[in-house]
């Protein structure tokens, strides 16, 4: 373990793209300017958008504000991938952090991160995030196991620190060193708006870490909690059904670059043990006259097949020589030679995937 005396530092980046969700930008920097581990800074990252730029660089224009937070305009092209990695190049901190722009973090989200570094071969943390729904409920017939469909933690990851072989990017931080190391996030493909999503940036990078540093550790601790806004649109199935399909699509493209095995460990666990148990579970709800049994097992098995619906058309598209992913490092880093990464050893936690 390290012989920390002094607190870590942290750059907190938050990626906006729309004035639509204002309120929620400013509720997402201010639950940031909360933390019991004070943030060195937060970095407001604006995607090709002059007015928001514009309007938050007023909002945050107060000297003492402007120590706090600074904002800045995407410096690559559109898109989430290219708004967190000006983030990275921007950031001072040894860590990055990361936070949608549609949450907010609980107090000890940053301090929960810290404690996770202990051990110098761990490279990235992620934490706990939770649906915050529009209607103020779940809706009966959305399975908890496709949670990630919102951006949140789904049931089938085990409680407690646990080593996983991605972090999600929503909720996560990173070792400046994972980037002079491995490159930034994967750009031409991920969130733009509101388009379909090709995204799994996060996986794709967190895959290509591991193979630049062999003896880097990914963690998630769910102690890290966010809360993350559910709209009312996300909480249809339409929306549903959209998703999975796009997740299919990028996992194809996952698979391309980094290699079947290593893009799909993950999910065969998930898909031939934890999605079978929640068909089960829906079933037996069903037959207990609990509301929504049974539309969680059909929409358990309508998510299953359109995922892989999407996983087959982007497979096919992908020998075409359709998308891939592209990246590069991230300038005014260090090389990646720099980042050290010590000799195996004990890591806190049990093993699990994500």
Request: charged content about 25%.
């Amino acid at each position: 373990m390290s012989d920390r005396t002094a607190p870590l530092r942290f750059s907190v980046v938050i990626c906006v793209y729309t004035e639509e969700r204002w309120r929620d930008i400013l509720a997402a920097v201010d639950s940031v300017r909360k933390q019991s581990l004070a943030p060195l800074e937060t970095l407001l990252v604006v995607d090709h958008n002059e007015r928001l730029l514009a309007r938050l660089t007023e909002e945050y224009a107060d000297e003492r504000l402007r120590e706090e937070v600074r904002v800045l305009a995407n410096a690559g092209t559109r898109g989430l991938s290219s708004g967190r990695n000006t983030g990275i190049a921007a950031a001072r901190g040894e860590f990055v952090a990361f936070l949608d722009d549609d949450a907010v973090a609980e107090r000890d989200w940053l301090h929960h991160f810290a404690a996770a570094y202990d051990d110098p071969r761990v490279m990235a943390v992620g934490g706990r995030t939770l649906p915050a729904w529009a209607s103020g409920r779940r809706p009966d017939w959305f399975p908890e196991e496709f949670d990630w469909v919102v951006g949140c933690t789904y049931r089938g990851l085990p409680p407690g620190r646990v080593r996983v072989r991605n972090v999600l990017g929503g909720n996560a931080s990173f070792r400046r060193d994972a980037f002079a190391a491995a490159g930034g996030f994967a750009t031409g493909i991920g969130r733009d708006g509101d388009r379909r999503p090709l995204g799994c940036e996060e996986t794709e990078l967190c895959i290509r870490l591991a193979r630049a540093l062999p003896e880097a550790v990914l963690l998630i601790d769910d102690r890290a909690v966010i809360h993350h806004k559910v709209p009312p649109v996300r909480e249809r199935f339409a929306y549903f059904r959209t998703r999975v399909y796009a997740e299919g699509l990028s996992k194809a493209l996952v698979a391309r670059s980094v290699g079947a095995q290593k893009g799909l460990e993950s999910e065969r666990r998930y898909t031939t043990r934890v999605l079978p148990a929640g068909v089960v579970r829906g079933l037996g709800d069903a037959l207990r006259g609990r509301a929504g049994g049974a539309g969680r097992a059909g929409a358990i098995l309508a998510g299953v097949t359109l995922a892989a619906g999407g996983y087959a058309l982007g497979t096919l598209r992908a020998r075409r020589g359709g998308p891939r992913f592209s990246w590069g490092p991230i300038e005014d880093l260090p090389p990646a030679g720099s980042a050290a990464v010590p000799g195996p050893g004990p890591v806190a936690g049990t093993e699990a995937v994500a």
